[in-house]
């Protein structure tokens, strides 16, 4: 009986063990991944992508005028 319950106990702790590696090295992808995603999602790496890959181009910049009719200003007044 002795024998059996000492098996099981270091079976156990085996597992425990293994359990706690596997756990240490899914952090460690976690962390590598997440380090990958703020790399890949740098602004920088997206413009260079855009224009070497995908042969993409800034957009022109728009300018907008407004032009207020100064008559409808003083009847909102």
Not at 8 to 31: A, G, H, W
């Amino acid at each position: 009986m002795y024998l059996w319950v000492y098996t099981e106990i270091d079976e156990t702790m085996l597992t425990i063990e293994i359990q706690n590696q596997v756990t240490r090295e899914l952090d460690n992808s976690l962390k590598e991944l997440k380090m990958e995603v703020l790399s890949l999602s740098r602004s920088d790496r997206i413009s260079f992508v855009a224009r070497k890959e995908l042969n993409m181009v800034p957009a022109q910049p728009e300018t907008l005028m407004i032009f207020i009719n100064e008559d409808q200003l003083d009847k909102i007044h």
